[in-house]
């Protein structure tokens, strides 16, 4: 009997069906992030360049906070490795919500730095991501949270 | 409400009112004769103040809910319609909006004033528990409220209050969804917070109810911290404590008028004018004032689920205090060690409270303030837990005097001298 009244708060099936986007890549540049609206949450599309994407693959697994990929393309045991993290090492896609309460974290730019990593630094609480968007420092738990997407051609994704 | 009753009806509509439904005999013995200790101070106003609080924000709601509408494309310029073209919208709106922050105001005065008189010792335990729960249900209607503006930190703290569940081991995640309603806050979040706004207060009333009527079995605490023992020791609640609450709620609403018509966004947060963006979360997110203690005891600790257990259980010790106080004395007025101890409490929630108001990584004189806020939380886990009960136990109290009566009056009142 209580059920019904407990269920009835759970997003509906016309909210859960609303699920995926298709984004176009094609006017991102490099070291350029473009941020989309995905499930109601912010998308982080970060085009990297080659030194972002040298340092994060500098970065041994065993060392970080989080050693998953927190990718839901890949098993729920697969390494936190740069490769793990990005189906093109180009293209970084993550949903933009801090692991810790759900801030929108700040992009690190080498012009506007935010934070030790390059990466992002959430400003409500202080965690700082890399730039493969796994938690180095602060109180998030794990790292940002790739969605399940899919290239349909070099310049278009599919999310969701 | 409890104990014998001196009403007598005087009319013969009163006699038969008495005998089916005894409402003027209840009003009789709550707000007429009820015997009060004599010494009461300006500390112990705040019940009436806080009843007052209450019957203001019902009101204003009420009439806020008639011109507000509950809808994530429609809120925000439906409390711009309120603030610029709805008969005195404004002044409804600052009365309520300015309203939580009086209400909240009073009840930490409340609050702080229990813990110095040690008015939750024994017979009065249930008046505190019952207080604490008033308090919570008060904390999540503010919460509620602070989200139906649909501005930038209205969205951002229902945002990270609400994520504050995904700590939660295993079901979390789904907490949080069930919370939401969607995939993140959204409109159907936004329906329910109003729902759940629009009935708590009523909620809170119903526990004032019984917050009352527990307070009205062993009857009032008083600075001295010592029962009544006869009846010289007390007055009747009408006229002395009438008109002393109506003269101090007189001063309070000075302070309250004051907040509304000269200072009306002294409490608020600019960010809250700009319409809810669920892509851009502000560089600052500070919650209301009231709650700044627990959030910067969240923000010092550097794992997640340990530091919504540590913002949780700062809130549940209060539950215990009864019992963790071990002291034979309630008053700190005869505790010369606790009374120090009492007033290093009050600085360190105000030092959280400020830590709570500042960004992540700042500092103070080059202290971080991080590692203040670390310090003054550890020292409010460790009042309650170890400074109360050991201070009780090795602790020798003043003197205690014979009664209120001979306190208040000297030794004319009959009562043997020290």
């Not at chain 1, 991102?28 to 949450?41: D, N, T, Y």
């Not at chain 2, 404004?90 to 309520?96: A, T």
Request: charge should be neutral; include cysteine; aromatic fraction near 14%.
């Amino acid at each position: 009997m209580a059920w019904p009244f407990i269920d009835q708060m759970n997003p509906s099936s016309a909210t859960l069906a609303a699920g995926t986007a298709e984004i176009d890549l094609s006017a991102i540049q490099p070291g350029q992030q473009i941020v989309f609206k995905f499930r109601g949450h912010p998308l982080f599309v970060r085009r990297r360049t080659p030194a972002e994407i040298a340092a994060a693959n500098a970065v041994p697994v065993s060392s970080l906070p989080d050693p998953l990929a927190e990718n839901d393309n890949l098993p729920d045991s697969a390494p936190a490795t740069d490769a793990n993290r990005a189906i093109k090492p180009e293209w970084l896609i993550l949903v933009g919500v801090c692991t810790h309460l759900g801030c929108t974290p700040q992009v690190s730019t080498p012009q506007m730095p935010e934070g030790d990593y390059g990466g992002w630094l959430c400003h409500c609480h202080g965690s700082q991501y890399d730039t493969a968007g796994r938690i180095r420092k602060g109180p998030a738990p794990r790292n940002l949270q790739v969605p399940v997407y899919s290239f349909l051609s070099a310049t278009r994704v599919k999310v969701g | 409400m409890s104990g014998p009753s001196t009403y007598k009806p005087n009319s013969g509509f009163e006699r038969w009112l008495d005998a089916r439904l005894p409402l003027p005999r209840l009003m009789h013995d709550t707000m007429q004769t009820f015997p009060t200790p004599r010494n009461l101070n300006i500390w112990y106003t705040f019940g009436g103040i806080l009843t007052f609080c209450l019957a203001v924000q019902i009101i204003t709601g009420v009439v806020l809910a008639m011109h507000y509408v509950a809808n994530a494309g429609l809120a925000f310029d439906s409390v711009e319609s309120i603030m610029r073209d709805v008969n005195y919208g404004w002044l409804m709106r600052y009365m309520h909006s300015n309203g939580a922050s009086m209400f909240f105001l009073a009840v930490y005065i409340h609050m702080f004033r229990g813990l110095y008189y040690g008015s939750y010792k024994a017979p009065r335990e249930l008046i505190w528990i019952i207080g604490v729960l008033i308090y919570l249900l008060m904390m999540a209607t503010a919460f509620f409220g602070y989200v139906l503006p649909w501005g930038q930190m209205s969205f951002w703290g229902a945002t990270v209050i609400t994520n504050l569940f995904t700590a939660i081991p295993v079901v979390g995640t789904h907490i949080a969804t069930w919370l939401w309603g969607d995939f993140a806050v959204g409109d159907a979040t936004l329906n329910r917070f109003f729902s759940l706004h629009y009935l708590l207060p009523f909620i809170i009333a119903a526990v004032v109810g019984l917050h009352i009527w527990a307070l009205h079995v062993p009857g009032n605490n008083n600075p001295l911290g010592i029962d009544v023992k006869s009846p010289q020791d007390t007055v009747p609640f009408h006229p002395y404590y009438t008109v002393k609450d109506a003269f101090y709620l007189t001063l309070f609403v000075i302070l309250f008028a004051v907040f509304v018509f000269y200072a009306p966004n002294f409490f608020g947060n600019p960010d809250n004018y700009q319409q809810a963006n669920p892509l851009v979360t502000p560089p600052d997110i500070v919650p209301e004032w009231y709650l700044l203690p627990f959030y910067a005891m969240l923000r010092s600790i550097p794992n997640k689920l340990m530091g919504v257990i540590v913002m949780g259980g700062a809130i549940v010790t209060l539950v215990f205090i009864p019992w963790l106080d071990t002291s034979r004395v309630r008053s700190c007025r005869f505790r010369p060690l606790m009374k120090q101890f009492f007033w290093a409490f009050a600085v360190a929630c105000v030092a959280l409270g400020y830590c709570g108001s500042q960004s992540v990584d700042a500092a103070v004189a080059g202290v971080p303030l991080v590692w203040v806020a670390r310090i003054a939380g550890l020292y409010y886990y460790a009042f309650f837990w170890l400074i109360m009960p050991i201070v009780g136990l090795i602790e020798t109290p003043k003197k205690l005097p014979a009664s209120i009566a001979q306190s208040v009056l000297g030794d004319t009142a009959g009562a043997p001298a020290e």
